[in-house]
């Protein structure tokens, strides 16, 4: 603190005594204590007091004089900086004040003190003075609320909460409450941006217990703060032309747990509602299912489909999986947006309600009623002119196809952008254009289509495609019309030996949502294949499970084989990847394998001229390799359930001689040791196929073994 301002504060105190005597025996009176931890919320406005640093250096002053030299203060710098998609330096970022603590004088005062430590947090930072300031603000957990937050310390602490011209319902720890609880009017949202100085900042990802939009939603704290007051456990003081309100946070705490439990919209502006409803009527622009005959085929499926805007959470997705649905018996799983699943957090509903690029005299360039490629997925909202070369920058083209739409998408790097064909790109010779991009995020519910085939086992083959990508065909509806068609063939009967799980999904987050919300499923899931881009006349490429040699490993690869002689077989993750990642990670290890039609890593159009673009079409997918495909699906699953694994039932090397089985080994050497090789491998692992196959000897030469020790009930098939 300079001379001056030591003496703009001696003077101010002067002026100021009454307040700070009345803040100063306040607190005293609300218990806080010396090496205590106070949260201190302040109004300077409302206690009629300046809002400058002579004022805000009395006003600490006189907390001090009350905490003493061993206790800690916190004050909130909540800066929203990801929220805004600006970098967060802890160092340098100013607070944005707000409705928390609207003087922002006091908290840049505070938070540029020596000593002063502030939080890591890029959305609500909190800054701090004393001995337990640092523990309090380090290594905190990447959230603004909940286990690990600043504010699950401030309760696990009892820092004594002070509300400087404010009220209780301007306390920032009740949204950790709300948290804990998990009302039902806000969620959790993923935000990512950089933390630290310019020159090493560092990605990071936090998660904001965000509100809903839809006035329902609104936050409204009055009753909790009553009902502190009501039960004596706030102590109000008159504060200059205000008042100061004191609580604990444990037992502010515990009253908001009790409230919500009671009342989930205790701390909402109500009424109750289903807010997922409520934010669609919010938000409108409803896409309707289209209609399909009864047993379309899969070229009419897709004719109907392909257009649709099906974005991961989306009402054009939901109305491609709602069509879908009428063409055999699915059950639709829904996992609302903030919904925990292991790692990820499935990410709001995306709507697009307008997009354009135009030059400043309004003639259009391109636009989202055009084509839904024109505007990137996911793209927040933006309205303006920019320079060309910051338009450049938000412009998007295909790497290769020149006159194509490319697909692009930001579902949690968040950006605006737009897209349109390189052709149209390099003609850009204007110094200024106009965009406008109308998009919306609201609660959603993610949906999973689950169609199910009931085996003579438990044990479930799971199929799998995803349905997002708007207004594209190979890339993958193909892969969801071949799933639906082998579905309807394993209905006709007759009953199957494994049970199998058609899974239809917004990619990568779909599975994982799946999944994670089904744990019961895992011990029942014996592999599966995902199926994509499977409508070109490109051989067919069998990528294989993580760990490559499984029974579905070797049923699938000699399928392949038998009925595409052009087909090819490629480890794990060697191909473009997708949702058979995420049922071969680790924790879960189902062996799940993905059927393609895409041309080599090393071909320059890898992997396939069409990808991620709107030249992605249905012209180019012949009905014929549909068919193909899906009839290359059905004989892999006929080689899985015509798979028996061959058992001894002897211990023991089986004595050959005693029934009959021999091989002279002096006359023909090589079929006794391809018969010993043999009834070696009859351990209940191998089928006759696994075993023709280990050995390198005829399927049929192992089968004629087989069912001699059959007949003399020496092994037996499971």
């Not at 009967?493 to 990568?508: A, F, K, Q, S």
């Not at 004595?655 to 002096?666: A, E, N, Q």
Request: with cysteine; aromatic share 6%; charged share 20%.
């Amino acid at each position: 603190m300079t001379a001056t301002v030591r003496r703009h504060a001696a003077t101010t105190a002067h002026r100021l005594a009454p307040a700070l005597a009345a803040l100063e025996q306040g607190l005293r009176d609300a218990g806080l204590r010396t090496r205590d931890v106070l949260f201190l919320h302040v109004n300077l406005a409302a206690l009629g007091l300046d809002d400058d640093a002579p004022t805000a250096a009395a006003v600490l002053a006189g907390v001090q004089n009350v905490l003493g030299p061993d206790g800690t203060i916190l004050v909130p710098t909540y800066t929203f900086s990801f929220c805004r998609q600006e970098a967060f330096d802890p160092a340098t970022t100013p607070t944005a004040g707000g409705p928390w603590s609207p003087s922002a004088g006091f908290l840049e005062y505070f938070r540029a003190l020596p000593g002063a430590v502030r939080s890591a947090d890029p959305i609500h930072s909190v800054a701090g003075l004393g001995p337990a300031a640092r523990p309090l603000l380090s290594n905190i957990a990447p959230t603004c609320f909940g286990a690990g937050s600043v504010f699950a310390r401030l309760v696990e602490q009892d820092a004594l909460i002070c509300m400087l011209g404010l009220d209780l319902d301007e306390a920032t720890v009740r949204h950790h409450t709300e948290e804990v609880v998990g009302v039902p009017f806000r969620y959790r949202k993923l935000f990512t941006g950089a933390i630290g100085p310019e020159c090493g900042a560092t990605r990071a990802g936090w998660v904001y217990n965000v509100r809903i939009l839809a006035d329902n939603g609104r936050p409204d704290g009055s009753r909790l703060a009553r009902a502190a007051r009501e039960r004596g456990l706030a102590h109000v003081v008159p504060v200059g032309t205000g008042e100061l309100v004191a609580v604990r946070s444990a037992a502010f705490h515990d009253l908001g747990l009790a409230m919500l439990r009671d009342d989930g919209w205790a701390t909402a502006a109500g009424p109750v509602a289903d807010m997922v409803a409520v934010e669609a009527a919010r938000v409108g622009n409803a896409v309707a299912a289209p209609a399909l005959a009864a047993d379309a085929s899969m070229r009419e499926m897709i004719d109907a489909l392909w257009r649709l805007p099906r974005d991961i959470v989306s009402d054009g997705y939901d109305a491609a999986l709602a069509a879908l649905a009428t063409q055999l018996p699915m059950t639709v799983h829904e996992y609302p947006s903030g919904t925990e699943c292991w790692s990820w957090i499935v990410p709001e509903k995306w709507t697009c309600h307008e997009a354009r690029l135009e030059t400043l005299d309004g003639r259009q360039l391109i636009s989202h009623a055009e084509h839904p490629l024109h505007v990137m997925s996911y793209s927040l909202p933006f309205e303006g002119e920019v320079s060309r070369e910051e338009l450049l920058r938000h412009l998007h083209v295909h790497p290769r196809l020149p006159d194509a739409i490319p697909f692009m998408f930001r579902y949690y790097e968040r950006d605006w952008g737009l897209c349109c064909t390189r052709t149209l790109r390099d003609s850009l010779d204007a110094a200024r254009y106009r965009v406008t991009i109308r998009s919306e995020f609201s609660l959603g519910t993610l949906k999973v289509g689950e169609v199910v085939v009931p085996g003579q086992s438990p044990e479930t083959i799971v199929l799998c495609a995803h349905l997002c990508h708007p207004a594209m065909v190979n890339d993958d509806l193909t892969g969801v019309v071949v799933g639906v068609d082998v579905m309807r063939a394993l209905r006709a009967g007759p009953t199957p030996r494994y049970t199998y799980r058609l899974l239809i999904v917004p990619e990568t987050i779909g599975s994982i949502a799946h999944l994670s919300q089904h744990p019961e499923l895992l011990p029942q899931l014996r592999g599966g294949l995902f199926l994509e881009m499977l409508g070109r006349n490109i051989p067919h490429a069998l990528q294989l499970s993580f760990a490559g040699d499984t029974e579905l490993d070797r049923c699938f690869a000699r399928a392949l084989r038998a009925h595409d002689s052009r087909g090819w077989t490629t480890p794990f993750r060697s191909l473009a990847g997708n949702d058979e990642r995420q049922f071969n990670a680790p924790g879960v290890r189902v062996p799940m394998l993905s059927l393609t039609r895409q041309l080599a890593p090393a071909d320059p159009e890898f992997p396939y001229r069409e990808y991620h673009s709107s030249a992605d079409i249905p012209g180019l997918v012949p009905p014929s390799a549909l068919a193909a495909s899906r009839d290359l699906v059905l004989a892999m699953i006929r080689e899985l359930e015509g798979n028996h694994r061959v058992e001894s039932t002897v211990p023991g090397e089986i004595c050959c001689s005693r029934y009959g089985i021999h091989v002279d080994y002096l006359e023909d050497p090589a079929g006794h040791q391809a018969l010993f090789d043999v009834l070696f491998l009859l351990d209940g692992t191998l089928s006759a196929r696994d075993i023709a196959d280990t050995c390198d000897v005829p399927l049929v030469s192992v089968q004629r073994i087989i069912e001699q020790l059959r007949s003399h009930g020496l092994v037996v098939e499971r």
